[in-house]
Every structure is written in C-alpha cells, then in structure tokens.
C-alpha cells in the first residue's frame, strides 16, 4: 500500500505516520513545516518528506499517481490565528483541500480521509453534539475547515472519490503543541507547570471540552482507510470519548492540590461547551475511544514525561 499524509511532520499526522509504516506502507508526507505551534518536528526515517504547500496545485499533483490512500491533516488549525489571518487559513484549508481532493480524483486515489474539527457545531447545538446537527461556524477556522467537510461530500457524490471526515474532539497526547499563548491546552499546563510558572486559564475556566486520545484518532483513520461499510463512504463522523472536562478540572487534574494559575481574557469565537456522541462512528466503523484523559495524566505523572 502507498499513502500520502499531508500536515505528516506535526502532531496527529506524525503519530499516524508511524502507524502506517508499522502496516508496511509505503507512505509519502506532505509537510511545509509553516506551523508556529511546533517546538520541533518529527520524521520517521522510512517516510518520504516533501516540503511543499498544498495550495500549490500543480507541485503537489504528480505526487498522487499510484498511490491507495490520502489522509488530509494539512491546514491553519488554529482557532486565534485563523481570526488573525483568516486569507491564510482559507487558502491552505479550502483551497489546499480542493487540491487534495482534485489531485487524488486525476490519479484514481482508492479514499481520500479527512481531518475536521467540533468547532464546526458552534454555540447553537446543545451537547451531547451529533453529526445531524446544523453546522454553527464562529469563526474563520471553522468556516475553512467545514468548506473542507463540503468539497469532500461533492468530490464522492459528483465524481465518485470515496472521502470519510473525521470531526476531531481536543486532540492531546505524545508530540502535542506546547508552543505560544494558542497551544492546545493539556500541553501548555504541563509545559507550564514543569517551568514553575502559572497556568493561564482563559475566562472563567468554567468552559468544557471533549478530550480525545491521539492515540484514538490514529485508529479512526486505520479503520476509515480499510471500512468495507459502503453507508460510511461520503460521511461525517465525530472522533471523542463522550467525557467533557472543564479547564479548572485540567488546572487541579495537572497542577495538583494547590495548583498556581493566573485568569487571562476570554477569546473570541471558541464554544462554551463541546461533548461526542460517538455512536455513528461506533456502529459504522466500529470505532471506540480506548484512553481516559485520568489514565494518560496518570502515566505521564508516574514516568515523569
């Protein structure tokens, strides 16, 4: 098997990388290294890296010839940055995904999978959020990023490329961002903590999250690649535990008893709530999240990582 991961040096893409060299496949990544979010990237010796942009068409196009599966993690994924720059993240996650999408349907690409967000469901839908629901973009991120979710559904219903999405639930684990004032927050409290500096709480801290395992995001994209359920072929699946915890959880689940954290302002265009259901991606992939953000905490706490 040959695959492409675009975003492949970062965070879930580097993960996934090594998964899919552990099933022997052959794998190529797609990677320009833009991020700000990353101390380091990370590479896997028998992985092919290219450093180019996805929003460029026709340098990244003779890459997809001869090869079974794509994984599209590429984008600006971040909520903040995206409001700084929202020309940026429409050009790499809309335009950057269509390139995807059109160069794997030029070159007969078995399934192209895709990397969305929760962000998507926005502050009108009431946890537990389903896929049903409609789509409450709140910000120019999740604005590129469910373009994104609609070309793949138009690409499979129009010229028949097999897509699967995945709406990704507050993603942590091995390799997370830890860098500036946006990184995803699990990281940025353990950096923070381990620098004896306060945790930086934003708001009332009162908001909550779905925290999901990456580990649990790399086995949804394995089992999507290989399904030989045709109903999930051209869908939205979301990828979380059904467990939400609040930031002022995280502060005495990471700091301990008498953590030391600091309030900063509340941001603009991010959900008050966000919990999975996960049963569409149960039953029809049958997928299920494997690790408790408690378990993670725990072993990290007692190795010391």
Known sequence: MRSIVTGGAGF??????????????????????????????????????????ISDYN?????????????????????QPAIENPTLAIQTNVLGTCNILQAARTHGVKRVIYSSTSSAYGIINDPPLVETMNTDCLNPYSVSKVSGEDLCKMYYDLFSLETITFRYFNVYGERQPTKGQYAPVIGLFQKQVSEETPMTVVGDGLQTRDYTHVSDVVSANILA??????????????????TNHSVMD????????????????????????????????????????????????????????
Not at 264 to 293: F, Y
Request: net charge negative; aromatic share 10%; charged share 25%.
């Open 59 to 79: 340098r990244i196009e003779p890459l997809f010839k001869n090869i079974d599966y794509v994984f599209h993690l590429a984008a600006e994924a971040r909520i």
């Open 250 to 305: 995280l502060v005495y689940m990471i700091g301990g008893e008498n953590p030391s954290f600091q309030y900063i302002p509340q941001r603009p265009g991010e959900a008050r709530h966000t919990l999975a259901d996960c049963t569409k991606s149960n039953q029809m992939l049958d997928w299920k999240s494997m690790v408790t953000l408690e378990s993670w905490l725990n072993v990290m706490e007692n190795t010391d990582v």
């Open 225 to 242: 690649a290989f399904t030989e359920n045709e109903s999930a072929i051209g869908e939205i699946f979301n990828i979380g535990t059904g």
């Open 12 to 53: 879930i893409g580097s993960n996934l990388v090594d998964e899919l060299i552990k099933l022997e496949h052959e794998v190529i990544v797609i990677d320009n290294e833009s991020s700000n979010a990353h101390e380091q990237f990370y590479y896997n010796q028998e992985a092919e890296y290219l450093d180019y942009d």
